[in-house]
């Protein structure tokens, strides 16, 4: 298994650009996440699914878009994107079970992006 | 809502010291405990967690912590550390009685270890 994968690594954006951070994962898990770690703040929950067809915001949701049109992508989109959006972005998933199971969250590698 | 608080943001420690990172959580119902590891350059990588039973949770690379539900809290430990061990350290917690499933993070503790 690849795990999960993101794509691209690194990105530079203009101010009012637009683009989709890409995450897949091939573990058949239901469950998909997208964290921005910045400097002292540590992972911060932006937007997440529970499954195909269901998303659901986090702690801090403006300024992005997800969908989950399969188990295995879950692409995170930025409209209009901002400096402010300058992070580093995490995509992790994990599969369902029992409230408190101890399924592990796997993370991606992580994308990269500047926006000046 | 639930909130995960790391007070050391930057330890430095020599090789060999005992290091103990605090982590506290405010949820005071079923929670699930987690420490992560992130190397520099890498994505997070899991050391231990904790969701039920013994509260003294061991994981990898000899590393381990307490839970605590009286103080709410899940500190991590390790009796010697190495260089390797520089890293950033977060812990993270969820709720085990909700079907939400993605994790609360800590702000982070970077740990330097001076050979």
């Known amino acids: 298994n690849a795990g999960v994968t993101q794509t691209p690594k690194f990105q530079v954006l203009k101010t009012g650009q637009s683009m989709t951070l890409q995450c897949a994962q091939d573990?058949?898990?239901?469950?998909m996440s997208w964290y921005r770690q910045d400097p002292g703040m540590g992972l911060r929950l932006i937007h997440y699914?529970?499954?195909?067809?269901?998303?659901d915001q986090g702690e801090v949701p403006n300024g992005y878009n997800v969908s989950r049109s399969t188990t295995e992508d879950f692409p995170l989109r930025l409209l209009s994107a901002a400096p402010s959006q300058t992070s580093v972005y995490f995509c992790?998933?994990?599969?369902?079970?029992?409230?408190?199971?101890?399924?592990?969250?796997?993370f991606g590698p992580g994308t990269r992006l500047t926006v000046l | 809502a639930q909130s995960v608080s790391q007070h050391n943001h930057h330890v430095i420690l020599s090789e060999a010291a005992s290091l103990e990172l605090g982590c506290n959580y405010s949820?005071?119902?079923?929670?699930?405990l987690f420490w992560y590891v992130q190397y520099p350059g890498q994505h997070l990588q899991l050391l231990l967690k904790?969701?039920?039973?013994?509260?003294l949770v061991k994981g990898i690379k000899g590393f381990e912590a307490e839970f605590i539900k009286s103080k709410f809290s899940f500190n991590l430990r390790k009796p010697s550390v190495q260089w390797s061990d520089t890293a950033e350290y977060f812990c993270?917690?969820?709720?085990?009685?909700?079907?939400?499933?993605?994790?609360?993070f800590g702000s982070g503790t970077r740990l330097q270890v001076q050979p």
């Open positions: 573990m058949n898990h239901e469950y």
């Open positions: 993270a917690a969820r709720r085990g009685d909700t079907g939400r499933r993605a994790l609360t």
């Open positions: 992790a998933s994990r599969r369902a079970g029992i409230p408190g199971s101890p399924d592990t969250q796997y």
């Open positions: 904790y969701f039920s039973g013994d509260p």
């Open positions: 699914s529970v499954g195909a067809g269901i998303t």
């Open positions: 949820y005071g119902g079923t929670v699930n």
